[in-house]
């Protein structure tokens, strides 16, 4: 095999210029045509590793060790001069964030040309731009590429960083993260893209991604990373059916499916980050099968059969993969709704630059329900959630909290209708106040809604803290010193202070880690069934719906197209867009039977 | 102590001999009145007497000793800068965050006086206002005052402009909080920063307009010592005694470059904690 490998990765070694690993002992093999999938949260590497394969490394690091072979030349080996000519010509990358890669300034055709100038200076015409837009399912046409970016969409925009990738038709292609922050329709598309384009152009693509459902549907291999090194490696449905590294099983296991109702199980413990690896295994602190050696020896790859390797020592150990079923749905309706939207218009801008967002929506929330709104971006579902607790003025409509019309805003309604909705807000890096410790900013929603004195809000916060899990000594701390997860459990924290009725969370996961979005979950879950809590879950992602909603309404373009209890939705879509949507959608289960990829 | 210990160690070197720098003038301003071998504005020797033993620094114009004017100079500047500096902050900061805040016309008339302000010449409105009200360290202070307010407010508006949209200050108007508490609580420690890196380039604003002011005769008047006032004084008599203008033109350079020196130290020192908090949420 090494000697048909598109590339050769062998003892990679990547460390900050202070010392501290990044990217310890990686080797890998791509071979022409085939897609190495490189998975891994936040922290693992993963985008470290698919720039070393650039023999490049981000300001702070240093690639310490290691060769990368590319049709026989260490690009490493190389200096800086001679390895930039290697760069979008032998290897080509496509980055994450098409709207940050691309500038915004040049048209997209002479993005494409000034790649194609720089290493083929022959095959620069207007007419080989025109066949790569064709090759990525963009328009050929002339009048397409003399377009900006901004004059794009998101897929779109990604496309043409595809095409900057592969129009010298290098031997390997880089993906990092290229579908994040799409729609799952547009993401499907990219996709099959790429699938399609490895398969024409033969050549080598490692695929970098957080999320094992989407590499799944691509890759023909999988490579696990945690704490910069390869925990697991192997055939695609392999390591989906079979694995063998306690981390990759609980992965997995994190992963909610639409296709399967199963329950997803959060992993214990945070991810180690630079400079805190541990001596012996890089997974021991978090591992529910470790023994005694393992705190004190690091496990070398090992062979569990053919290519299939593990870097654990108990991997024999590593109970066989099963999964949890979802029995916890409530099925019956209310006679009176809690929480109903009726006919509700929402727009932005004013005058002519009027943009409808929402035309006459409605929904209702029956006490101790769970309902997921689903949409797009762009479908309006997080101004529906801005209208419900008064962040957003709607033009028309009514929102009721039993029975009782809510006031437009926030400021307008009354003290205990703003304590009865709280909201959660998508990135917990945003909705906590970076200047204020943890312990003043759950109590103050207790103080300011539930009229506690101060001594009580501490009191609260001790048994909010304890009831989400966080350790009392968070109390004192700032967000920026909590993990992502710690902090959007802050968030719900706060939001629970108020003592509310219904909990508005809207795209709260997305921003998480899966394992961390899991445990999450899991607890908005537990919240529900002890405070009687109504939930409003708004979110892009299926396989959240189905791990955490009773009902589910699905929005397309400001309209809702779709509604009805989630099995019944999920199982058996009745509107077009619902079944575009659930076919469009990632899941582990093609792949995992085989017929991926 | 171990608190401004750490500090120390944070800030940058040029921060460091900045801040050496201030306290040195600092101390020179305040405790230098004490130390004075002689009564500021006495008479005590011939006028441009040149440095010697008993005068260090030489005499001025009408023979009073200037090392006991340098010392008992500072003061003045200090205090007139240090409290102009304050008025402007004091009403400029809460301009600024109320026309960042509301989008409605409250922040549209602020902003719109603050382009008149703007408009107008910082030392054609100190003179018309000093013409006008008469000389003296009131008028002085705000006067001054007034011409830093408009750029307190533009700065102090756009620093909020970007924390507003910002989701846990959305969360605090769901939650139905005063727009002082919003503004107070959620909003100001939030962009401290962009003024902290700020306040240095104002303070030394200051103590140059008090200075132009005083030289110019239109702040304190002669019996007083006070370092601009002696340049403004002594310069005919420059080429025989250059001391009584050099050592308070000295010092009062020495000022504005040492407080902006420690000004962006510190600024520094906060971009990078703040990066460590973006780090930490990247």
């Keep these: 095999m090494s000697a048909r490998a598109a590339i050769t990765v062998r003892g990679l070694r990547v460390e900050t210029t202070a010392g501290d690993g990044v990217v310890e002992g990686v080797d890998l093999e791509v071979a022409p045509g085939s897609i190495l999938g490189l998975v891994g949260e936040s922290g693992s590497g993963k985008s470290t590793v698919a720039l070393a394969l650039l023999g490049y490394c981000q300001p702070g690091l240093r690639i310490a060790a290691g060769v990368v072979e590319v049709g026989g030349e260490d690009l490493l080996a190389l200096p800086e001069r001679a390895a930039r000519s290697y760069r979008g010509r032998v290897v080509s990358y ?15 055709g002479d993005q494409v040309r000034r790649v194609l100038r720089r290493h083929a200076p022959e095959r620069d015409a207007p007419e080989t731009v025109a066949t790569i837009f064709g090759r990525v399912g963009l328009p050929a046409d002339a009048a397409f590429a003399r377009r900006f970016p ?38 499907a598309r990219i996709l099959e893209e790429v699938r399609r384009l490895g398969r024409e152009t033969g050549a080598a693509m490692i695929y970098v991604s957080h999320d ?159 309902v997921a709104l689903v949409g797009e971006s762009g479908s309006g579902k997080t101004t529906l959630a801005r209208c419900i607790i008064g962040l957003h003025a709607p033009s028309a409509g009514t929102i009721e909290l039993e029975g009782e019309g809510l006031a437009p805003r926030a400021r307008a309604r009354g003290a205990e209708a703003r304590r009865r909705i709280q909201m959660v807000f998508q990135n917990p890096y945003d909705s906590l106040n970076p200047r204020q410790p943890i312990e003043r900013q ?78 999450v979950l899991d607890l908005l879950g537990e919240l529900r069934a002890d405070l009687g809590l109504s939930l409003l879950f708004i979110t892009h992602d299926l396989g959240v719906v189905s791990a955490i909603a009773d009902q589910v309404l699905v929005l397309d373009r400001g309209r809702i197209c779709e509604t009805g209890a989630v099995r019944a939705v999920l199982g058996a879509p009745q ?23 | 102590m171990t608190r401004a210990a750490a500090s120390w160690r944070r800030l940058p070197r040029p921060g460091r001999a900045g801040l050496v720098v201030v306290l040195l003038i600092l101390a020179i301003a305040v405790a230098g009145p004490w130390f004075a071998p ?199 008599g420059i080429s025989i005694q250059p001391w009584a203008v050099v050592a308070p033109a000295a010092l009062l350079a020495a000022l504005a470059v040492s407080v902006n020196l420690f000004a962006d130290g510190i600024a520094q020192v906060y971009a990078r904690a703040s990066a460590r908090r973006v780090e930490a949420s990247a």
């Design chain 1, 94 to 108: 496509v980055p994450q964030d098409p709207q940050t890669a691309l500038s915004p300034s040049q048209r997209i």
């Design chain 1, 150 to 187: 901004h004059q794009l969409s998101g897929g779109q925009q990604q496309r043409v960083a595809i095409a900057i990738a592969i129009a010298c038709e290098p031997s390997v292609i880089v993906l990092d993260e290229p579908t994040t922050g799409l729609d799952v329709i547009t993401q």
């Design chain 1, 212 to 370: 094992l459902a989407v590499v799944a549907e691509s890759a023909d291999r999988i490579a696990v990373m945690y704490a910069g090194r390869f925990l697991e490696h192997g055939s695609t449905p392999t390591i989906l059916r079979q694995p063998r590294h306690p981390y990759t099983a609980g992965l997995i296991g994190a992963i909610p499916d639409h296709r399967r109702f199963t329950r997803p199980s959060g992993m214990p413990g945070v991810a180690v980050g630079v400079g805190e690896w541990p001596a012996g295994c890089v997974f021991e602190p978090r591992c529910e099968q470790r023994v005694p050696a393992c705190a004190v020896q690091e496990p070398p790859l090992e062979a569990v059969s053919g290519d299939h390797v593990v870097r654990c020592l108990e991997w024999r150990r590593t109970p066989a993969f099963t999964r949890l079923e979802r029995l916890d749905e409530q099925v019956e309706r209310h006679a009176a709704p809690l929480l109903a939207v009726d006919g509700l218009v929402a727009e932005y801008g004013a005058g002519g630059a009027r943009r409808g967002v929402l035309h006459g929506v409605s929904l209702t929330v029956d006490a101790g329900h769970s």
């Design chain 1, 442 to 519: 759950i109590a103050w929603p207790a103080r300011r809604l539930r009229g506690m004195s101060a001594a009580q809000a501490g009191e609260e916060v001790g048994r909010l803290l304890e009831t989400l899990r966080l350790p009392d000594r968070s109390r004192s701390r700032y967000p920026h010193e909590l993990s992502g997860g710690e902090r959007q459990r802050v968030a719900i924290a706060r939001a629970l202070a108020a003592g509310p009725d219904v909990l508005v969370c809207d795209e709260i996961t997305s921003a998480l880690d899966v394992s961390v979005q899991a445990a």
């Design chain 1, 575 to 597: 509107a077009d867009y619902t079944r575009t949507l659930v076919d469009a959608a990632p899941t582990l289960q093609d792949a995992s039977a085989g017929g991926g990829s």
């Design chain 2, 38 to 236: 002689y009564p500021p504005d006495a008479s005590i020797g011939p006028p441009f007497a040149p440095a010697s033993a008993e005068y260090p620094l030489g005499t001025d114009g009408i023979g009073q000793d200037v090392l006991s004017r340098v010392l008992s100079g500072g003061r003045s500047v200090l205090l007139l800068a240090g409290l102009a500096t304050l008025l402007a902050y004091a009403v400029g900061v809460p301009l600024g965050l109320l026309a960042g805040y509301s989008r409605g016309v409250a922040g549209a008339i602020i902003m719109r006086g603050v382009d008149v302000l703007l408009a107008v010449p910082a030392l054609l409105l100190l003179l018309v206002l000093a013409t006008g009200a008469g000389a003296g360290a009131v008028v002085l202070v705000i006067g001054i005052a007034i011409v830093h307010v408009p750029q307190i407010t533009r700065i102090v508006r756009a620093a909020t402009l970007q924390t507003t949209g910002r989701a846990f200050i959305e969360a605090a108007e769901a939650r139905g909080d005063s727009t002082a508490r919003i503004l107070g609580v959620e909003v100001l420690p939030n962009i401290s920063g962009a003024l902290l890196a700020d306040v240095g380039v104002r303070f030394t604003g200051s103590v140059l307009l008090v200075a132009a002011l005083n030289f110019l005769g239109l702040g304190l008047q002669p019996p007083a010592s006070d370092w601009a006032l002696m340049i403004s004084e002594n310069r005919s």
